[in-house]
């Protein structure tokens, strides 16, 4: 079955505690991307990465990491996380090496810094 | 800068009405209009998107979006709603040479029995 895999679903954390989640999809997509979700906001892009070894900032940088060494993989690096970052997250990969094919979600991981 | 307005937070519909969620844009260029569907503790589904071409987008479930170039619209359609319809639902734009998505803050959708 052809998805996008998060990983965890849920995590209660400390500031200053560092953290990663993980994302793999499994349809050989070139394009992915990370989002948060918060109420009233919408979506917003916080990297993305058009192929391996290509990431590029998207609208909300601050505070995250990112890397991209294998096709299917693109974990989300929080080194030093800060209750503004308590929000809904989502991985999403599509097909080509920008966002004009659909994009296929994560189920998202749901991140609260205490 | 790209960016996209869902006017409104909310919007409730009998079960077999029609339905409307409005999208407004604004992009430089020609846009890249999508919608999708977000249920309750999921990721967001692609339900249809508009490249180029005929102005009404025909998608998943039944759903429909007219892209309007004079009044910078891009409203999200289905002719009879279902109370399984009822979800958030995002629009989100793009200049064609762009790289990244711009998401609406979303719309939900409530069809009530």
């Known amino acids: 079955e052809a998805q996008v895999t998060q990983n965890p679903r849920y995590l209660i954390t400390v500031t200053g505690k560092k953290l990663t989640v993980t994302c793999s999809q499994n349809m050989n997509h070139e394009y992915m991307s990370w989002y948060r979700q918060d109420p009233g906001l919408g979506l917003r892009q916080i990297y993305y990465?058009?192929?391996?070894?290509?990431?590029d900032k998207g609208d909300v940088p601050e505070g995250y990491k990112v890397s991209r060494k294998e096709k299917r993989n693109f974990p989300l690096i929080l080194e030093s996380p800060s209750p503004n970052q308590t929000s809904l997250y989502f991985c999403a990969s599509s097909k080509g090496t920008d966002s004009n094919q659909p994009q296929h979600f994560g189920d998202g991981t749901r991140l609260s810094i205490l | 800068a790209q960016s996209v307005a869902q006017p409104e937070d909310q919007v409730n519909v009998a079960e077999g009405n029609p339905l409307t969620v409005k999208c407004t844009y604004s992009v430089s260029g020609n846009p890249y209009l999508f919608w999708y569907v977000q249920y309750p503790n999921r990721g967001l589904q692609f339900l249809l998107k508009y490249i180029t071409g005929d102005n009404l987008v025909k998608g998943s479930y039944g759903f429909e979006a007219e892209f309007n170039k004079s009044q910078t619209s891009f409203h999200l359609k289905k002719p009879s709603a279902l109370v399984s319809d009822s979800a958030l639902y995002f629009c989100a734009v793009k200049p064609g040479s762009a790289r990244q998505l711009t998401f609406g803050s979303g719309t939900q959708l409530t069809v009530l029995p």
């Open positions: 990465s058009m192929n391996v070894e290509v990431t």
